[in-house]
């Protein structure tokens, strides 16, 4: 019963969405407010409808009902609750109902906080947030219907891949999506006000809250992916440019930019028809990445298991999606007039530049991603593109984002004083100068010094940019404090995220320039040195029960100069259903690096393989990426995003002096 | 239209190309010649031979000759190989079926390959080391993983680029093999 109330929840929704796809856009173009208002209550249906169908999949899970087919094919009665639960992500059916479930929620939202919003331009971006709904809905139904039965029912299902049984990974997936999804905000408003011919700044002041949402989640998103690999996957690595990542990763560079590019839209009233794109491809990218990882058109480590059919009704939402918009854009875009100019040495022009640099790189990762598909086609023969491409094409691009990084925030709009800012950053310039000199002379390391130059250039600048700001010449306590309090937060926010990719780097570098990796096998009692730590192989206890698998557990004592560090318990564990073997890695940070040890088979000789490593710097990367994220966030809080009610209300009142 | 409008086109043009790159391939998959399989010249043709020193110190080598009598699967993969670790859980289940697992680690360094196989478990009975890929260019190894099987007489009856699904061998590698062994 539960099922079919699911299955009928998504089919209605499908009918809600569809009328919301098309009576407000009409009618808008008329300017008949009642249907304009009807796309908001149509959303708020569709949500439930959605979150209908959503919850009754997950009773499906909670209860164990095999007589469900994508239950059967995924779940096992020994599961832990956690992942019956949060495994929402697990599968194709069940992540695309998440999906949409996410899309209902974005599309809520906007129906929630667009009071403000001139209404037809509400609607309409309603009624195209409606038409990706519908795309998606579809797609369900006709190809990944998560509610069919299956007639015998089976006495238990297939299980979990325990690799995805890890808490790491129940909340990556979900706001991976929300930052996917999140971009069919920007989208939805940018072909409203193409359709409406209108771009200006009140347009990017609606839009930029909503990108900022969406690139804060994937930047959490991608953190937290990279986080789960670096400790599950037992190889110490935490990137591996496989195709998957690099889907997350093109619609981040592509937000990246759109984020800078919208600045000078509501500041300057200029970039506008680039923007305009920009948020298109954004949202594009999100789609290809749902398309390359469901349709096997590309091998991944991460493919969810994949369907031609699928691939073709994919294909075809990405032509009427993407495709569609493109051509609005291209028939729309040239009378979209730029307002300001602008100086070469101005604010818009670093942001402008941060965007073509983010371009190419999205651009390049694009390449990279598809090439062994184009010379597959070509038959130009089967290649894999890996590592030593995206490092030597987007490490290059990076250095030129880096410097201006710090250089953009001094300068002031339309026109500005770069002699004046590059002064300011004197001492960034010798800090990076010294940085650079003597990592280089302490590790030999020309890369490294060079890359800690740049992060501490960018760290130093970013400050120094901050303190000038709080610090002005003479000033007293309370004019100190009143500074902190004006200051706007998106400028505390901007400091954050710039911040954050200083350490990003840092990390980076630490982590690919001094890492100590030791394979060997160990016998009990015998002690490896690996960096400056002592590791010694106290014991392992075989047959160690968990929920749902039994585990080696290996214990290590970890010890510098002969002191206590921490006690290490990698495991080995073989899950029950389905039959797979996994490593835990145990790691022991102390945020300056973390000490790493994997646990293999045992040998011949009563031995055991062990794999530690010692990975300098590697916590900064994660801590880099939470603190670009938290900088997202800031940034949303400020005055002149909190859109919608304040406004309003200072409309009401009578001007005060 | 002015001159002027063209650049707004560029876009639309490039992705276009890519639907058309999709499109076919999709339709490729379908037809289901590509992108795993491509008719072999190897098929029906007896293995060729080869000697090949164990990736591991002090075992035998993994010579040609030894692989007759049985229904054997060659398997060729690499540490490096992303695809070969969708396949590494199901080869055990070749070996439960009886067939003989060779494993040829091809282009790779023996000790990135042993710590994958610590890292994954080694389902295989054999492994040699085919370090410089002379033997591949033999056999005619296309894509890394590919996998060989040869019947008891020493002959290759199917081969396959890519890696294998669970499907793959349910569906086509086990039923010919239990042909093969009759």
């Given at each position: ?9 998504l089919?209605l ?57 994508n ?54 971006a ?140 509501e ?30 058109v ?15 009704f994919?294909?075809?939402?990405l ?94 709009w ?151 560090v ?15 073997p ?5 790691i022991?940070?102390?945020?300056i ?8 088979d ?15 710097l ?40 | ?12 043009a ?6 058309g ?162």
């Amino acid at each position: 019963m539960i099922p079919e109330i699911g299955h009928y929840a998504l089919i209605l929704a499908l009918f809600v969405a569809l009328t919301q796809a098309t009576f407000p856009m009409i009618r808008a173009a008329r300017g008949n407010r009642a249907w304009m208002d009807m796309a908001g209550t149509a959303s708020v249906a569709q949500f439930v409808l959605v979150t209908t169908a959503f919850g009754a999949l997950m009773w499906c899970y909670v209860t164990s009902d095999f007589s469900v087919l994508n239950v059967a094919q995924n779940s096992h009665t020994n599961k832990p609750l956690i992942y019956k639960i949060a495994g929402v992500w697990s599968n194709h059916e069940r992540s695309m109902l998440l999906w949409i479930f996410i899309l209902g929620l974005y599309g809520l939202a906007m129906s929630l906080f667009g009071g403000n919003l001139p209404p037809s331009l509400r609607a309409r971006a309603l009624s195209v947030q409606a038409m990706i709904s519908v795309g998606f809905i579809l797609f369900i139904l006709l190809t990944s219907n998560p509610f069919l039965r299956l007639d015998p029912v089976p006495t238990n299902g297939a299980g979990l891949n325990p690799l995805l049984q890890d808490p790491g990974l129940a909340f990556h997936p979900p706001f991976l999506y929300l930052g996917y999804v999140g971009f069919s905000m920007a989208f939805s408003f940018a072909i409203a006000a193409l359709i409406e011919g209108r771009v200006d700044a009140a347009w990017a002041r609606w839009v930029r809250p909503w990108t900022l949402v969406a690139w804060g989640f994937l930047t959490f998103g991608i953190a937290m992916g990279s986080w789960w690999a670096y400790y599950t996957l037992g190889w110490g690595g935490w990137w591996y440019w496989d195709p998957v990542e690099n889907a997350s990763f093109m619609p981040w560079l592509a937000g990246t930019a759109l984020l800078h590019s919208s600045l000078v839209v509501e500041r300057r009233d200029t970039l506008k028809a680039w923007t305009i794109l920009l948020t298109i491809v954004a949202f594009s990218f999100s789609l290809l990445g749902t398309f390359l990882v469901r349709s096997g058109v590309l091998t991944s480590v991460h493919s969810f298991a994949s369907d031609p059919s699928r691939g073709i009704f994919i294909l075809g939402l990405l032509v009427a999606a993407i495709g569609g918009s493109m051509v609005l854009f291209a028939i729309r875009a040239p009378s979209l007039k730029g307002g300001g100019l602008f100086a070469v040495a101005s604010r818009e022009s670093s942001l402008l530049l941060n965007n073509v640099l983010m371009s190419v790189a999205a651009g390049s990762v694009l390449l990279g991603t598809l090439y062994p598909l184009f010379a597959d086609v070509l038959k130009l023969g089967k290649v894999s593109v890996g590592p030593p491409f995206f490092n030597s094409v987007f490490v290059p691009l990076m250095v030129p984002v880096v410097i201006v990084m710090a250089i953009g925030p001094l300068l002031s709009w339309k026109r500005g004083d770069l002699k004046g800012a590059l002064r300011r950053l004197k001492p960034a310039a010798i800090a990076a100068a010294v940085t650079a000199i003597i990592t280089w002379s302490m590790s030999g390391g020309i890369g490294a010094g060079a890359a800690l130059g740049l992060a501490t250039w960018l760290f130093v600048g970013t400050m120094g940019e901050l303190a000038h700001r709080l610090f002005p010449m003479r000033m007293t306590a309370v004019d100190f404090l009143r500074r902190v309090i004006t200051i706007p937060r998106s400028f505390y926010g901007m400091t954050l995220a710039h911040l954050g990719v200083a350490l990003v780097i840092i990390g980076i570098t630490g982590s690919t320039a001094w890492k100590t990796e030791k394979v060997q096998v160990m016998h009990f009692g015998d002690t490896v040195k690996v960096a400056s730590y002592d590791l010694t192989l106290k014991g392992v206890e075989e047959g160690v029960k968990g929920p749902n698998y039994v585990a080696a557990r290996a214990t290590f004592l970890v010890t510098k100069n002969g002191t206590f560090v921490a006690e290490l318990h990698p495991e080995r564990r073989m899950y029950d259903m389905p039959p797979r073997p996994t490593t835990n890695a145990a790691i022991h940070t102390n945020v300056i690096g973390d000490i790493y040890a994997v646990i293999g088979d045992p040998d011949e000789s009563g031995g055991y393989v062990t794999r530690l490593y010692y990975n300098p710097l590697v916590p900064w990367i994660f801590i880099g990426a939470g603190i670009i994220a938290l900088g997202g966030l800031v940034s949303l809080t400020d005055r002149r995003y909190r859109i919608g009610v304040p406004l309003r209300k200072v409309a009401m009142q009578p001007p005060q002096s | 239209m002015s001159l002027r409008r063209w650049p707004a086109f560029v876009p639309i043009a490039i992705f276009l190309v890519l639907v058309g790159f999709f499109a076919y391939r999709l339709v490729m998959i379908d037809h289901g010649d590509a992108p795993n399989l491509i008719p072999s010249v190897m098929i029906n043709k007896p293995v060729p031979n080869f000697t090949l020193p164990s990736l591991f110190d002090g075992k035998p080598q993994v010579v040609s000759e030894e692989i007759k009598g049985k229904v054997t699967l060659i398997d060729v993969f690499a540490s490096w190989c992303v695809p070969c670790r969708i396949e590494h859980p199901y080869l055990d289940e070749i070996k439960k079926a009886g067939i003989v697992l060779v494993g040829i680690n091809y282009k790779d360094r023996p000790e990135d390959a042993r710590r994958w196989l610590v890292q994954l478990g080694n389902p295989y009975d054999a492994i040699g080391t085919d370090r410089d890929g002379r033997v591949g260019i033999d056999f005619g190894v296309y894509g890394v993983p590919e996998s060989y099987l040869i019947d008891k007489q020493g002959v290759i009856r199917y081969k396959q680029i890519g890696p294998l699904t669970r499907e793959d061998i349910e569906k086509v590698i086990l039923p010919l093999a239990t042909e093969l062994s009759k």
